[in-house]
């Protein structure tokens, strides 16, 4: 019979054993969940491109419309809620939601290409982020020194849809639906929290940056790359 010290000793390491175990559990069936959408946008974006490949150009402007509406919500809905939580660091890469760390170029470029986008993720974010937004969007605005009033009623009247903006030292997303503006990004402000949505207003890299580079994605042109899977380089 072992001593009550040994026993007590035992039950504890038993005990980390199962809460590790548990850890390992859930991270596994993050992974295989997060696996699974990606697949499930995949698996969509090449069912729209068969009916694209045969359709007359009223059809695909019907496709278009969808895609736009369906990537929109995907990303908004699944792709970004699934890294919220993941922890920020400088030379974060990780491919996997809530697993490792992610640097705020790595989190724009991955959630991209994890939506069906064929984009060099590595190259792409250890870029400067006007590069980025240029290579995907051909409606850009720059800011310097404006006041966050002017940011926030320019992206108003350019209306709802999702943006991605570079500033001083990071870049992100912004996200207009109705009324609600949303900065979505890997913070840096806060790296144990790391990606997050948060209001364009308050303590963030976006009220703080000199300078701020605003692009509109997911017009008809990179909709249909995505329904093509077209590689950019």
């Not at 809620?81 to 400088?90: I, L, R």
């Not at 590069?131 to 108003?156: C, G, T």
Request: charged share 25%.
């Amino acid at each position: 019979v072992y001593p009550a010290k040994h026993r007590f000793l035992m039950k504890k390491l038993a005990l980390i054993c199962v809460c590790v175990i548990g850890f390992i559990i859930d991270a596994l069936g993050q992974s295989t969940d997060y696996t699974t959408l990606k697949n499930s946008i995949e698996n969509k974006r090449q069912q729209i491109y068969v009916k694209y490949a045969t359709a007359d150009s009223l059809q695909r402007d019907s496709l278009v419309r969808v895609s736009y509406n369906y990537l929109f919500n995907k990303l908004l809905d699944d792709v970004f809620p699934a890294w919220y939580g993941t922890k920020w660091a400088f030379h974060g890469h990780t491919k996997t939601p809530q697993q490792g760390s992610i640097a705020c170029g790595y989190f724009v470029t991955t959630t991209l290409q994890d939506a069906g986008f064929k984009i060099p993720r590595i190259k792409w974010a250890q870029m400067e982020s006007e590069r980025i937004i240029r290579k995907l969007s051909s409606d850009v605005k720059r800011f310097h020194n404006a006041k966050m009033e002017d940011v926030i009623k320019y992206i108003n009247n350019k209306g709802d849809g999702l943006y991605i903006v570079g500033l001083d030292q990071h870049v992100g997303f912004i996200s207009k639906q109705k009324n609600e503006l949303r900065f979505i990004h890997a913070n840096y402000y806060q790296p144990e929290v790391g990606v997050m949505d948060e209001p364009l207003v308050g303590w963030n890299p976006l009220n703080h940056s000199k300078y701020r580079v605003i692009g509109k994605i997911l017009d008809a042109a990179m909709v249909c790359n995505w329904i093509k899977g077209y590689e950019y380089e």
